[in-house]
């Protein structure tokens, strides 16, 4: 059991490792660059930046705290329901140095409030949650972060070293047997709302890829006419594909001679095989799929496939288990800047030999976000019961710009399906 101390390193440790990955990810550019809008879809970095910090002192300093406002002025900027991320450049926002001075302030007071904490009580302070809270959603802008310096022009400013070359196999699939597993969770002190509560889901058998759809699997289906074949596509992919005029994956460019080539941070080079495709929607996997004769996965068969052992006919917290990520399990926490090789970790395969389904890139499911039976949100409605219902297809998995703090086999990601700036990719599923 977990004591209080050993909770307390542990709520330091993943704060210290979001907010270094801020600074990190702010620093890297220029005050232009931080106040500049790379994309309509984005908000300015500056935004972001002072955005985490806005969070964290609505939390941890007035809730848990108790605590006076430390900026109780810019509670309406910051608020991301308030403003669209198009208009958010005209906004008064904080400059570059206000935000670091902003968010350096908060976290200050932040350490005098762990310190006094007895991580325990009401439900919001129980196991540290609502310092997990926080730093599940720093990783979360931190990745969102990632995706908008993906989007920048001009050269690479950040750097990481290549992924691991593949170890083993990762082809072919996998049949998972039917039958009923626990899905979600009621026991993961950290989980969001969403997640919640644990429920016995039936799923009938089914076949699943061992590895995610790769680039050279994705480019057979490109160069056969895939983008120029509506019985392909549903009829609102067809449409979107039409007209945004989808010729490839986002940030694909075909040279002179007819190869493909991805810029990727600032960096342009040809397209690796075997890395699994990444920045493609729904619509564009929902058309892959169906030409290879397969279908996406729901979630529930995706879960499964991650979580449960048939061996002991329990559900694990991750793929291999239920120990914490590590750089031979898991593509993840921005380590690398591109996803790797499938077959790169057969340490982190699930019992069924499900490979890298933590990782790399975040796996489109067929799945609309619906909440599950019993579903009650906490500790806002605004993480996730407003976006219940609405126009968004699930994703799993996480990817390489994932922290392992936001990532887990319950983990729920959504998005609108014609999204392709986020690092998704996808892999396949079907009846048997």
Not at 3 to 8: A, I, K
Not at 71 to 93: G, N, T
Not at 112 to 138: C, I, K, T
Not at 275 to 304: C, D, I, M, N
Request: hydrophobic share 40%; proline share 8%.
């Amino acid at each position: 059991m977990t004591s209080t101390e050993e909770l307390r390193s542990t709520v330091e440790r993943v704060l210290a490792r979001s907010r270094a990955r801020s600074s990190a990810l702010t620093d890297a550019v220029d005050d232009a660059d931080l106040t500049a809008q790379h994309s309509p879809l984005m908000s300015p970095l500056v935004w972001d930046l002072a955005h985490i910090g806005n969070q964290e002192e609505l939390w941890l300093v007035r809730d848990v705290g108790g605590r006076e406002p430390v900026r109780s002025d810019i509670d309406e900027l910051y608020d991301a329901f308030k403003h669209s991320r198009s208009s958010r450049p005209s906004l008064p926002l904080l400059t570059p140095d206000e935000a670091r001075a902003y968010v350096g302030s908060v976290r200050d007071k932040v350490w005098d409030v762990l310190a006094a904490s007895p991580l325990d009580g009401r439900r919001l302070e129980r196991d540290g949650f609502a310092f997990g809270m926080v730093a599940q959603h720093e990783q979360q802008h931190d990745e969102t972060m990632l995706a908008t310096h993906q989007l920048r022009t001009g050269p690479a400013v950040l750097h990481a070293p290549p992924p691991p070359a593949a170890q083993t196999p990762a082809a072919g699939e996998v049949i998972v047997d039917g039958g009923v597993f626990t899905m979600g969770t009621t026991l993961d002190p950290w989980a969001l709302d969403n997640e919640r509560p644990a429920h016995s889901t039936y799923v009938a058998t089914f076949a699943l890829d061992v590895a995610p759809v790769t680039n050279r699997q994705y480019e057979e289906f490109v160069a056969d006419g895939g983008y120029s074949r509506p019985e392909l596509w549903s009829e609102r992919g067809w449409a979107h594909r039409t007209t945004e005029g989808l010729v490839a994956p986002q940030f694909w460019e075909r040279d002179a001679d007819g190869s493909w080539w991805r810029r990727a941070f600032g960096v342009t080079a040809p397209i690796k095989p075997d890395q699994p495709v990444v920045h493609v929607s729904f619509f564009e996997a929902e058309a892959y799929a169906r030409w290879a004769g397969k279908r996406l996965p729901t979630e529930a068969e995706w879960e499964k496939a991650a979580r449960f052992d048939p061996a002991t006919a329990t559900v694990r917290k991750y793929p291999w288990g239920d120990a914490e990520p590590t750089e031979v399990h898991a593509n993840l926490g921005q380590r690398h800047l591109e996803p790797a090789d499938v077959g790169a970790y057969p340490a982190g395969a699930s019992p069924l030999g499900v490979q890298q389904l933590i990782g790399d890139v975040w796996e489109w499911t067929s799945s609309d976000f619906e909440p599950y039976p019993g579903f009650e949100p906490f500790p806002y409605a605004e993480y996730s019961e407003v976006f219940l219902r609405g126009d968004y297809k699930v994703l799993r998995g996480g990817s390489f710009g994932t922290d392992q703090v936001a990532c887990r086999g319950t983990f729920r990601n959504w998005d609108h399906p014609i999204r392709r700036q986020i690092f998704a990719g996808f892999r396949c599923a079907r009846d048997v």
